[in-house]
């Protein structure tokens, strides 16, 4: 029953993989999924947590290359950086790469807390850049 239901209900909604507003105006994604009243579950908001850091990290591996020899802890202030800004928004932190490449991981705390972005996360951006300064997960 459920192979022949899933078939009707992808011909019957369509399947859309960025939200929507659905013709009664309701935000929606996949295949009919009402975001507005149902949203999603924790166990949904698991999967794509850990299917983005996959994307993050492999973003990360592929822009980076010295990323691969900085250990989980330091490696992790990368991949939460690229989560947060794309990695295309981690690239433009050349300097802070620079330090990073060459070990100087306390400029390149210092270097990340004198950024904008720092200013528009706030917390986030202080508890990364004692993470890189110290190689302990914060």
């Known amino acids: 029953m459920i192979t022949n239901l899933r078939e009707q209900l ?3 909604e369509g399947v859309r993989l960025k ?5 009664s105006g309701k935000l929606t994604i996949g295949v009919g999924r009402n975001l507005d ?20 990290a492999a973003a990360v591996m592929a822009h980076i290359p010295f990323a691969a020899g900085l250990g989980e802890v330091r490696f992790g202030v990368l991949v939460n950086m690229a989560y947060n800004l794309g990695i295309g ?3 433009k932190f050349t300097q802070f790469l620079a330090d990073v490449e060459r070990g100087d991981f306390a400029v390149a705390a210092v270097e990340m807390l004198n950024s904008k972005w ?13 993470q890189m300064d110290t190689n302990q997960w914060q």
Do not use: C, H
């Open 10 to 12: 992808f011909r019957d």
């Open 19 to 23: 939200p929507y507003k659905d013709r």
């Open 37 to 56: 009243d149902v949203g999603i579950s924790m166990t949904e908001a698991d999967l794509l947590l850990d299917n983005d850091i996959t994307r993050a």
């Open 89 to 91: 928004g981690l690239l």
């Open 118 to 130: 720092a200013q528009q996360v706030g917390a986030r951006a202080e508890r990364l850049a004692r």
